[in-house]
């Protein structure tokens, strides 16, 4: 159930990332933005993994600010892959994908916050 409402939540925050993102193809339906969260969560399940693994000394130098930067690659190439799912040039590339980004980033972390995981020691 868990993963169906997480779903949901990252299509809607796509959907209104794309309607209202300047540089975000605005002309997007309700399938698009289910499609692109598909997109999103196969792409942070497989590719996510090895990049964090391979960016884990990184990672560590800078205390977890580099994490920023492989969210950052797994959302391009979300949008990259996902179809109609684009950026038109009304401002640059790399700011639309950076305002994706952030917003994704604020969603997963108020999703992680709202669904924490149980402890093992306060079960009774």
């Given at each position: 159930m868990h993963l169906l409402i997480r779903f949901v939540v990252n299509a809607i925050a796509l959907y209104l990332i794309a309607k209202y993102v300047p540089g975000f193809n605005h002309d997007i339906g309700v399938g698009t933005a289910l499609i692109a969260a598909l997109v999103f969560g196969l792409v942070n399940a497989l590719i996510g993994p090895i990049l964090r693994l391979l960016t884990a000394p990184l990672n560590w130098l800078t205390h977890g600010l580099f994490a920023f930067v492989?969210?950052?690659?797994?959302?391009?190439?979300t949008v990259w892959i996902?179809?109609?799912?684009?950026?038109?040039?009304e401002v640059s590339r790399w700011l639309s994908y950076l305002y994706g980004t952030i917003i994704m980033m604020l969603v997963a972390t108020v999703m992680h916050e709202v669904w924490k995981p149980e402890e093992a020691g306060t079960r009774s």
């Open positions: 492989v969210n950052y690659i797994l959302f391009v190439i996902a179809p109609n799912f684009h950026v038109t040039g």
